[in-house]
């Protein structure tokens, strides 16, 4: 059914009544309209809904879904106020356990669909004992009157935030002091240590409100009993609790003994290595951002059998001479350059372990592995981002 509305600016609107079949890979449900495909945000899978046509291309249309007429079972009312406007959580309104089973469920389809995995070895995703109030790291955009908040990636509209059901409750509280106060700044970042208490806020607000502490140059956090220095211009992930749960599972896959050297490729501040290193003979970690090292110099104080390179992966690692046991590849959501891949292949670790927030390149990097050798033996998901369609993965593959 299609129909057609003329909205406030006048420009025209169109609405179709769609069925709705599958989820993809960014968080939008799948229907189909005279033979074109129909990312329906906030739809759920095997839903009739009303979808409000929002972008077109050749290819597919993009929407939401502006009336359910047969809700899922698995529709839950969203608690925040601001879902489906802000755009910063997609999955509210779907209930937690089959959000854990729409990711699994996306992953494996990405494998099929890229890296044509016939039958690909996807896990049950690992669930988050948290699924609120996670986030460590909030990043406001203002606008003109100095207010904080979001812009809807689809809409490119500013949306005042007051309180994120998802950030820590020490971000919330920041916030909530410093709304409309933040007039000339073009974005506000927060980051807050869980299990330190530390906090990196930027930029300066002395002049807005000197009683909040900010501008500091980094920050520490904790993991599984180590502190890590934190750079402002570090990454680190900004689910701590299921970050801790993501090295163990790390761990396990590695399989890891005393007589091993290890692999680190895009270490970042060290986490992998730092944690790993009581584990294996040796760890050589390659980074190319000359802030993470320097975090990363810090966090291996102490520990002997750590080798920190900086730069490129790609221009490192076919440089190493030595051939590592074990390896973990955690690459930027880009993927692998294909010159890390072609140096992994060159002298082949045994065992090797690909994490990955991106199941694309995931799907794409994992098929040129396994032409080169590889076998794949799992992926396992994790959640860090509950209420949204991200999804960390874990994927193990095997020399036989």
């Known amino acids: 059914m299609r129909e057609k509305t003329r909205a406030a600016d006048t420009r025209e609107t169109e609405k179709l009544r769609l069925s709705l079949t599958d989820m993809a890979f960014e968080g939008g449900a799948i229907g189909r309209h005279d ?3 129909v ?22 249309l993009m ?24 755009g910063g959580c997609q999955w509210q309104h779907i209930d937690y356990p089959f959000q854990l089973e729409l990711k699994a469920r996306v992953v494996g389809e990405q494998l099929r669909r890229i890296g044509k995995f016939a039958e690909p070895p996807v896990a049950a995703t690992v669930a988050a ?17 100095g207010q904080l ?29 410093l709304q409309g106060k933040c007039a000339g700044l073009h974005q506000v970042a927060i980051r807050y240590g869980v299990k330190t208490e530390q906090a990196l806020i930027h930029p300066s607000l002395k002049e807005i409100d000197d009683s909040i502490p900010s501008g500091q140059a980094s920050y520490e956090e904790e993991l599984l009993g180590k502190r890590f220095r934190i750079s402002g211009a570090s990454f680190f992930q900004v689910n701590i609790r299921q970050a801790e749960v993501l090295i163990e599972v790390v761990r396990e896959k590695l399989s890891l003994a005393q ?3 290890l692999l680190d490729a895009y270490a970042g501040v060290g986490t992998f290595a730092v944690l790993l290193a009581p584990y294996v003979k040796r760890v050589i970690a390659i980074e190319e951002s000359p802030a993470a090292v320097a975090d990363a110099v810090i966090n ?15 221009q490192i690692l076919p440089e190493l001479r030595q051939r590592p046991q074990a390896a973990i590849l955690d690459p930027p959501r880009v993927g692998c350059h294909p010159d890390t891949i072609a140096a992994v292949l060159k002298r082949p670790p045994a065992r090797l372990v690909y994490v990955s927030c991106d199941p694309a390149t995931l799907a794409r990097d994992l098929r040129a592995l396994c032409q080169g050798g590889y076998r794949l033996q799992e992926v396992q998901p994790v959640d860090m981002f509950p209420q949204t369609f991200h999804v960390e993965c874990v994927a193990t593959l095997v020399r036989d």
Request: hydrophobic content about 35%; some cysteine.
């Open 259 to 261: 007589d091993q050297l």
């Open 39 to 60: 990312f329906a945000a906030y739809g759920i899978p095997g839903e009739e809904a009303v979808v409000e046509i929002e972008r077109r291309s050749r290819d597919y």
């Open 300 to 314: 291996q104080a102490g520990i002997k059998n750590i080798v920190f390179y900086q730069g490129k992966v790609e």
């Open 149 to 177: 908040g979001f812009v809807s990636l689809l809409r490119r509209r500013f949306v005042r935030i007051d309180h994120c059901r998802i950030m820590h409750p020490w971000i919330n509280g920041v916030l909530e002091r």
């Open 35 to 37: 033979g074109q495909v």
């Open 63 to 86: 929407g939401r879904v502006v009336e359910v007429l047969s809700p899922s079972p698995h529709r839950v009312e969203a608690p925040c106020p601001y879902f489906g406007s802000c």
């Open 129 to 145: 004992e948290e699924r609120w109030h996670y986030r460590n790291h909030a990043r406001f955009s203002t606008d003109r009157q």
